[in-house]
């Protein structure tokens, strides 16, 4: 799964923060983290401060300081790190943090058990992304075509296209996409509208996995579309909605 994060950002590198880390008060990059830092258009810079949009978590950023440290034997090379807020007020050790950017936006997360996931990446990165990485968003969205690939594990799955679940959740602006829907939603830990992504011609039945085939649904219209007697009317009305946006 790690390896489907290519598709959602540019570059991203994760590592667990040591117990080192911590006591330095430095947080020691990977060469990709790196990568996806200077990706963005920031090089080591003392004094200077790094922003980084935190996902999963709706308290917006975080920032540090990215430096070269001063390596006290002769020949070592100068090690990239973070400093300041990130290391001494957010992260802790054992934390395990993804860095990734998208063009010049770059966002960081900390992972936390094996049920991450990468739909709930998607759905995190499209609240947290600023307008230009939005609309970056919503163009790889646009360029998705055709059916997705399988993944083999204990049972065959579909491995869904990341920047399809972004961009039908910026376009549906935390509102459900089903016509007429007025339902209240509840806030997620994300801190935006709770919505789930289905796709209209179910993957299942041979739907592409695409934008055009993708809505934002509330659950329960999510739900009723799966199990509703009224399942092919709802069907097709959305079908019409989102043809329209």
Known sequence: MK????ILFDNYGTKRVSKTDWKK?????????????ESAGHFPQHGVEV???????PSGSVRATYYHS????????????????IIRSWLQ?????????????????????EGYHLVDT????????NTHTKAKLMARAKAAKGKPSKKVSFRSDFVRDPNVVAGALIRAGGACEMPKCARSLFTSRS?????????IHMLSDGGDDTLENAAALCPHCHR????????????ESLLAAIAAK
């Open 25 to 37: 008060q430095a947080y020691v990059l990977t060469k990709r983290q790196v990568v996806a830092i």
């Open 3 to 6: 390896a489907s994060w290519d």
């Open 122 to 129: 998607a759905a995190a990165v499209a609240t947290s992304a």
């Open 224 to 235: 009723e579309l799966h199990y509703g007697l009224k399942a092919p009317v709802l069907m």
């Open 70 to 85: 001063k390596r006290k034997k002769v020949g070592r090379p100068p090690e990239p790190r973070l400093g300041k807020e």
């Open 191 to 199: 801190g935006s509208p709770y919505l789930e992504v289905h796709h």
């Open 51 to 57: 922003e980084f949009s935190k996902i999963f978590e």
């Open 93 to 113: 050790p054992g934390d395990i943090v993804l860095i990734g950017n998208i063009g010049a936006q770059l966002f960081v997360a900390k992972i936390r058990g």
